[in-house]
């Protein structure tokens, strides 16, 4: 039996001419990533070990973006913990206030992920990287900590299902509506510790930020990592971003899946994810007025340069409702200054709303946009459990940036078409 792309990228990172699901492999590793949250736990437990040195200071990514810049003393500390530790190790990717991101649109952007690495993250959003044709997938802190210590880490080999995508999406539908449509079909537990191998000539009407957005969301539905072919675009994309060597897998003919759904992009609406789940999932032609407080867009799903000038297209010329406070956060620096140059930051303030410095602080009900007992958000964001985003009896409705900024105009949760558009 063939292999999938995941399990092919497994075997050759772990020197094997093949592997099969559920196999427990070594694989070596082509990058470690923590961030403030996570890494002071995995760097005291690196100290355990009695492991003083790191096993290749150019394969660590250290990204303080969760409580930063800073919000308290705890948080504080941790960003102490992760900068003495990349200073002393010498870690060459450590990116300080200033020069970061959220992890996971700057890792590529920055060019360290490529097609075919095997990377891990402290994260649980790492599997992001699939985008780029590569295997990533979130561990805990401890399995981050043996990865830094010896540039390895033990997998079960996950089984697949496939995705052929079809079709292309209609107007304002972008990745966040294929990535909520599919959890709603599947649910949160559909996809549990499995691949999700999107394929299908529907890709090519994606962008790569759709694809990042998709693959990001894997997690939502349980799945190990979300991973897609690589194509023209994936190869322009890293040919603009990197200057290191990357290696195309593709699935065997005969590779075996669980399951195949076919997603035809051209019946997708736009899509919003009711409380507490993300398969909670309703079209925006199915929902009455469900009035909204606060508006987030921005995060490692939805904070890219595509994600910011879809927003600014519907927020252009109009005003944030009375009453409801809008947030936009550029998910990198460069796409802050792009965002800028293009005037798109312009256009969010004469709209109404507040620009922030890139963090992961509201998404996880960090700081920068808490909520309160009772109040309601529509956000680009990951994740609505209860109490993600603040108290809880708040609620979160998952949505695109297209749906996020214009129910920031109405005050209520609607789609572009309610503004004309």
């Keep these: 039996?063939?292999?999938?792309?995941?399990?092919?990228?497994?075997?050759?990172?772990?020197?094997?001419?093949?592997?099969?699901?559920?196999?427990?492999?070594?694989?070596?590793?082509?990058?470690?990533?923590?961030?403030?949250?996570?890494?002071?736990?995995?760097?005291?437990?690196?100290?355990?070990?009695?492991?003083?040195?790191?096993?290749?200071?150019?394969?660590?990514?250290?990204?303080?973006?969760?409580?930063?810049?800073?919000?308290?003393?705890?948080?504080?500390?941790?960003?102490?913990?992760?900068?003495?530790?990349?200073?002393?190790?010498?870690?060459s990717n450590y990116f300080e206030v200033g020069e970061m991101g959220i992890e996971h649109a700057l890792?590529?952007?920055?060019?360290?992920?490529?097609?075919?690495?095997?990377?891990?993250?402290?994260?649980?959003?790492?599997?992001?990287?699939?985008?780029?044709?590569?295997f990533s997938t979130g561990v805990g802190s401890t399995d981050m900590a043996a990865g830094m210590a010896t540039g390895k880490c033990w997998f079960k080999v996950p089984s697949a299902i496939k995705f052929e995508l079809v079709g292309k999406p209609g107007p304002w539908v972008s990745g966040k509506d294929i990535i909520l449509h599919i959890i709603g079909r599947i649910g949160v537990d559909g996809a549990l510790y499995k691949s999700m191998e999107f394929v299908g000539e529907g890709i090519k009407h994606l962008c790569m930020d759709d694809r990042f957005t998709i693959a990001n969301m894997a997690i939502e539905a349980g799945a190990k990592n979300g991973i897609f072919p690589v194509d023209e675009l994936?190869?322009?994309?890293?040919?603009?971003?990197?200057?290191?060597?990357?290696?195309?897998?593709?699935?065997?003919?005969?590779?075996?899946?669980?399951?195949?759904?076919?997603?035809?992009?051209?019946?997708?609406?736009?899509?919003?994810?009711?409380?507490?789940?993300?398969?909670?999932?309703?079209?925006i032609d199915e929902i009455d007025d469900i009035k909204i407080d606060q508006v987030v867009i921005g995060s490692c799903t939805n904070g890219r340069i595509n994600d910011l000038r879809i927003a600014a297209k519907v927020l252009e010329g109009r005003h944030v409702a009375k009453g409801v406070r809008c947030i936009?956060?550029?998910?990198?620096?460069?796409?802050?200054?792009?965002?800028?140059?293009?005037?798109?930051?312009a256009t969010f303030i004469k709209a109404g709303a507040v620009v922030s410095t890139p963090t992961c602080g509201p998404c996880l009900g960090g700081h920068m946009g808490i909520l309160a007992a009772g109040e309601r958000a529509v956000a680009t964001t990951n994740r609505n459990f209860v109490g993600r985003m603040g108290h809880v009896e708040s609620e979160i409705y998952l949505a695109s940036p297209a749906v996020a900024a214009a129910s920031a105009v109405t005050g209520k949760i609607s789609g572009p078409a309610e503004l004309g558009l």
């Design 234 to 283: 994936t190869i322009e994309y890293m040919k603009e971003h990197s200057v290191r060597e990357y290696k195309i897998y593709e699935a065997d003919e005969d590779a075996e899946y669980d399951e195949t759904y076919i997603i035809d992009l051209s019946e997708i609406k736009a899509t919003v994810a009711f409380p507490h789940l993300p398969e909670n999932t309703h079209t």
């Design 107 to 134: 890792l590529p952007e920055k060019g360290l992920v490529v097609a075919g690495d095997v990377v891990i993250g402290a994260d649980s959003h790492t599997c992001t990287y699939g985008a780029l044709g590569a």
């Design 1 to 91: 039996m063939g292999m999938t792309m995941t399990q092919k990228i497994l075997a050759a990172h772990a020197g094997l001419p093949g592997v099969s699901a559920g196999q427990l492999i070594e694989a070596n590793l082509d990058l470690v990533l923590g961030n403030d949250v996570t890494a002071p736990v995995a760097i005291k437990e690196m100290g355990k070990m009695k492991i003083n040195k790191v096993f290749d200071k150019d394969k660590i990514a250290l990204v303080p973006d969760h409580f930063t810049p800073n919000k308290d003393i705890k948080s504080a500390e941790n960003c102490k913990c992760v900068r003495e530790f990349a200073y002393n190790q010498e870690i």
């Design 328 to 345: 936009i956060f550029p998910a990198t620096q460069k796409i802050y200054l792009q965002a800028l140059e293009e005037g798109l930051i």
